[in-house]
C-alpha cells in the first residue's frame, strides 16, 4: 500500500485508507475515470460504497459546489429503488461520493450471465 493513500494521492489498493476517513475493502466496479469500492467509514464503523473521481472532476470553476449541489438533491427526492448518495469528500488528489453499501447482484453481473453479454428487454424492463 502507498504511504501516500491516506490523502487521497496514489493508486487505491484495498486495505488503504482514503481521506483519514475510511478503509477501502474490495473495488467492486470501475469506469473510465472513477473506481468503486466496497469500504468501511472508521467514524462509525458502517459499510459504504465509495465513488473515487479523478481530480481532474473538480478541475473547472464551481465543479465542487455544483457536484455537491447534485448530490443534495439526488438525496433529497427519495426516490423508491434508487440508492442515494450521502455525501461528496475530497482529498488532495480527488473526491470521493459516499453512498450506502448494498447487497446486490451489478448490472454488469447480470449481463455476464446472458449468453450475448447484454440484458434482454424483458430484463431491463424489469430492472427499470
Excluded: Y
Amino acid at each position: 500500500m502507498a504511504d501516500n493513500t491516506t490523502t487521497g494521492r496514489g493508486k487505491p489498493e484495498a486495505g488503504g485508507i482514503w481521506a483519514e476517513r475510511f478503509k477501502l475493502e474490495t473495488q467492486v466496479g470501475r469506469s473510465a475515470g472513477s473506481t468503486v469500492w466496497k469500504a468501511t467509514c472508521l467514524r462509525t464503523g458502517a459499510a459504504k460504497a465509495l465513488r473515487l473521481l479523478p481530480e481532474t472532476m473538480l478541475l473547472a470553476p464551481g465543479s465542487e459546489r455544483d457536484l455537491r449541489a447534485t448530490i443534495e438533491r439526488h438525496a433529497a427526492a427519495r426516490l423508491e429503488g434508487v440508492v442515494a448518495a450521502e455525501e461528496l469528500v475530497t482529498a488532495p488528489g480527488g473526491a470521493g461520493i459516499v453512498l450506502p453499501w448494498t447487497e446486490g447482484r451489478s448490472l454488469a453481473d447480470l449481463r455476464a450471465e446472458n449468453a450475448t453479454g447484454c440484458l434482454g428487454a424483458d430484463e431491463a424492463e424489469a430492472i427499470l
